[in-house]
T-cell receptor
Framework: NAGVTQTPKFQVLKTGQSMTLQCAQD?????MSWYRQDPGMGLRLIHY???????DQGEVPNGYNVSRSTTEDFPLRLLSAAPSQTSVYFC????????????FGPGTRLTVT | GENVEQHPSTLSVQEGDSAVIKCTYS??????FPWYKQELGKRPQLIID?????GEKKDQRIAVTLNKTAKHFSLHITETQPEDSAVYFC???????????FGGGTRVLVKP
């Protein structure tokens, strides 16, 4: 049982490049979400999903796309990276109805130059 | 939308003393209030949570209290130890669902 996994751990992009951050969980959780954490700040919700085929926007969705084709995977796409997207990105998952406890992945540290 | 405010932003305590962190929330429909601990370079880890049907919950040296009328909840750490040094985040769920709104975090330093 690996829990929530994220790849890559570190990434450096140039402005305008695109990339996908991967997130996977093996706990059969319906709910998955992406947060960004900027230095000295809390976590802000980017996008979330309540099940395969269903996604919705969080607090800071601009510049990011998501999809949920399977229960296990929830990738985050940056279409045209900007320096303002330099941050640490965390994926989290939980059951939908009977437990709200969210399990976090190890994070991806992204730098956009 | 939901707004969660957390105070203080930094807290320095002597080993063995108690630490208290306070949070307020705005959504009266919130019914789940977790606290996460994040060590440097690591992921947030849940340390305790409370639901709206109880006013207090304890787990060894950690306790959380909830005042739904005033819309605030607090984390209490007793007999602090150096390994308690970390950043602590409170959160509240939005509209009684799974979406969490986090406070800005409290950096706790326990001095030996």
């Amino acid at each position: 049982n690996a829990g929530v996994t994220q790849t890559p751990k570190f990434q450096v992009l140039k402005t305008g490049q695109s990339m996908t951050l991967q997130c996977a969980q093996d706990m059969n959780h319906e709910y998955m979400s992406w947060y960004r954490q900027d230095p000295g700040m809390g976590l802000r919700l980017i996008h979330y999903s309540v099940g395969a085929g269903i996604t919705d926007q969080g607090e800071v969705p601009n510049g990011y796309n998501v999809s949920r084709s399977t229960t296990e995977d929830f990738p985050l796409r940056l279409l045209s990276a900007a320096p303002s997207q330099t941050s640490v990105y965390f994926c989290a998952s939980s059951y939908l109805d009977h437990s709200y406890e969210q399990y976090f992945g190890p994070g991806t540290r992204l730098t956009v130059t | 939308g939901e707004n969660v405010e957390q105070h203080p932003s930094t807290l320095s305590v002597q080993e063995g003393d108690s630490a208290v962190i306070k949070c307020t929330y705005s959504d009266s429909a919130s019914n789940y209030f977790p606290w996460y601990k994040q060590e440097l370079g690591k992921r947030p880890q849940l340390i305790i949570d409370i639901r709206s049907n109880v006013g207090e919950k304890k787990d060894q040296r950690i306790a959380v209290t909830l005042n739904k009328t005033a819309k605030h909840f607090s984390l209490h750490i007793t007999e602090t130890q150096p390994e308690d040094s970390a950043v602590y985040f409170c959160a509240a769920n939005k509209a009684a669902g799974n979406k969490l709104t986090f406070g800005g975090g409290t950096r706790v330093l326990v001095k030996p």
